[in-house]
């Protein structure tokens, strides 16, 4: 058949029209990519508020490395749920790649050790929150730093009265000497103090803070804190300042060296 | 190809092959076809039933099975509100009376992007990985999946719309969520991030429901409106890698739909209502090779193919408990 002659060729057309099927699989294979583009996008989006730092969060004690803690963190909030002062909360969308990972909003409730044994810390089935920590003093979670000194009440020599952060602030500690297990509203506690020294007298790591008088004239009460390398980050300090903002803060993740 | 493999191979998004060649069919299901070919009686036993059958269906399995959601995801909600400690965590990770559970694709990305496995994590995605062999793999998706749940009603609503002409179910090729699976998984070991966690509805509608709703929500929303209006389904069939690593897992379970050749008078109502049609191919008239047949592993065991058989050709079976296994 092959020798055989074969008829002329027709004139040159144009090239057949795909059938009904071909543009069908043809118009399904396109939207298939452009889905598949749209959700690899949506999630790819996830990398902006990482990047651009968004968001810096404190996060929960025993966090390991940032970039680390989002990728061993499976956002399960198993350490949102023993917590006992309800510190931890979870990231939302806005958050990228931190959406359901934990963090600390030290200013509305910091941790103040109220669990004595790191209870996040064993709840963490990933290893985010290292369980090479076993008791406070060795958390690495940020550096308090004053930040507004002259905000100050104890740089002012200004003693304080009343509920530290009011009578509708929402916060929990533990007051030892209130109750030894169950943490109490910061609002229900007043205070009466001559000179401010609520960021040291709440501090839950010994050694972190202190004020240092600023003066030799012992009739100037005026004094300062001090941070000093015991400090965990956990934020308390912060929770507690009754000036707002507060004069003192966390830096997150910031360490003794970066000093 | 073997059954098992071409299984596999429809899961990942292969279309089903057409008519079997007849080398391929078995005696016996050559002899049912002949059967239901030639059988005078058989056919106008057929007809008869078709014009039976009522037009409602069962409703036994979706009972059951939203009622499995509805109360595995309460468990999760309520144990924490009321701090008793039975299920602690989130569908991604949990503790279950104190042992440890991890969601097999949420540990998985976590390996991949964290590169180092913790005991706690493995001893949790072992036995969540036995927990669902045992229990059919892809059962996840319909039995404990809060966001199935949602898109089943989603669903029902895209169909009450299709048949007014107000909404289109635009199909979109199956291999997609394979492909998403590869990409996900390239993208969680080179960025080192979790990065499919950050939209995926599971794990956002389960910490919603636990720990308070967020704007994460919006998306998780947006999802749901894509698949009223525009392709049925889309998330499950198309996208979903969380579907297809329970599919593998499903590929070794006991738990399945079985297809009876010889009762069933191929009304195709199964395909209609099943999710995922491709694993009910068999039911088409002649594509049968056995007389029993199973659904293969991107079967989600929901039941809405047993319920729907007006033949109770399809039932539940788990592999050497049933005697006709």
């Known amino acids: ?259 | 190809m073997n059954a098992f493999a071409n299984s596999l191979r429809v899961m990942l998004g292969g279309a089903p092959k057409a008519r079997p060649k007849a080398k391929d069919v078995s005696d016996e299901a050559k002899s049912i076809h002949q059967f239901k070919r030639t059988d005078p009686d058989f056919q106008a036993r057929m007809v008869a039933a078709r014009k039976a059958r009522p037009t409602h269906h069962r409703t036994t399995w979706l009972k059951r099975r939203w009622a499995s959601i509805i109360i595995v995801n309460a468990l999760f909600v309520l144990s924490f509100q009321f701090d008793v400690q039975l299920v602690e965590g989130s569908l991604t990770a949990s503790r279950v009376i104190g042992f440890h559970f991890a969601d097999l694709n949420a540990a998985l990305q976590v390996m991949l992007a964290y590169k180092d496995i913790v005991i706690n994590l493995l001893i949790g995605t072992v036995t969540v990985l036995l927990l669902w062999v045992l229990l059919g793999g892809r059962s996840f998706c319909s039995w404990v999946c809060p966001y199935h749940l949602l898109a089943e009603w989603a669903e029902m609503l895209h169909l009450k719309l299709a048949a007014q002409g107000l909404a289109t179910d635009f199909t979109m090729h199956r291999g997609l969520r394979t492909l998403l699976y590869a990409v996900f998984a390239v993208l969680a070991v080179v960025t080192g991030y979790t990065v499919f966690e950050s939209i995926s509805p599971v794990g956002i509608l389960s910490r919603a429901m636990i720990y308070g709703p967020g704007l994460a929500l919006v998306w998780v929303a947006g999802l749901l409106v894509f698949e009223v209006f525009i392709s049925r389904r889309a998330w499950c069939r198309y996208i979903c890698p969380i579907g297809l690593t329970y599919g593998f897992v499903g590929t070794v379970s006991p738990v399945h739909v079985r297809y009876n050749l010889a009762t069933c008078e191929h009304d195709g109502e199964c395909r209609t209502v099943c999710m995922v049609p491709h694993v009910l191919e068999f039911t088409k008239k002649t594509y049968a090779t056995k007389a029993k047949m199973s659904a293969g592993p991107d079967c989600t065991r929901c039941g809405m193919c047993v319920d729907v058989c007006p033949t109770n050709s399809l039932a539940f079976e788990i592999k050497g408990l049933s005697k006709s296994a």
Request: proline letters at 8%.
């Open chain 1, 1 to 259: 058949m092959a020798t055989a002659k074969k008829p002329p060729k027709p004139p040159a057309k144009a090239p057949t029209k795909p059938s009904r099927k071909q543009r069908k699989a043809r118009r399904e294979f396109l939207r298939s990519a452009a889905a598949g583009i749209a959700v690899v996008g949506a999630a790819l989006m996830g990398f902006l508020p990482v990047i651009k730092e968004w968001t810096k969060r404190l996060r929960p004690p025993g966090a390991i490395e940032e970039h680390a803690y989002l990728a061993a963190c499976i956002k399960c909030g198993q350490c949102v749920q023993v917590c006992p002062v309800e510190a931890i909360k979870l990231g939302d969308l806005d958050e990228g790649f931190g959406i359901g990972a934990a963090y600390i909003d030290a200013r509305a409730q910091a941790c103040d050790f109220s669990c004595d044994a790191v209870q996040c810390v064993l709840a963490c089935p990933t290893g985010a929150l290292s369980h090479d920590v076993d008791v406070k003093e060795q958390v690495r979670i940020g550096l308090a730093r004053l930040d507004r000194p002259n905000a100050c009440l104890a740089r002012q020599g200004k003693g304080f009265k009343g509920p530290a952060r009011g009578a509708d602030f929402d916060g929990l500690h533990r007051y030892v000497e209130v109750d030894r297990w169950t943490p109490i509203r910061v609002a229900d506690h007043p205070y009466n103090l001559d000179l401010c020294d609520l960021c040291a007298r709440e501090c839950p790591i010994e050694g972190a803070i202190t004020i240092e008088r600023l003066h030799v004239d012992l009739t100037d009460l005026r004094g300062s804190p001090v941070v000093f390398e015991p400090c965990v980050g956990c934020g308390m300090c912060e929770m507690m300042c009754p000036v707002d903002p507060p004069a003192i803060v966390v830096d997150v993740g910031r360490t003794w060296e970066d000093v």
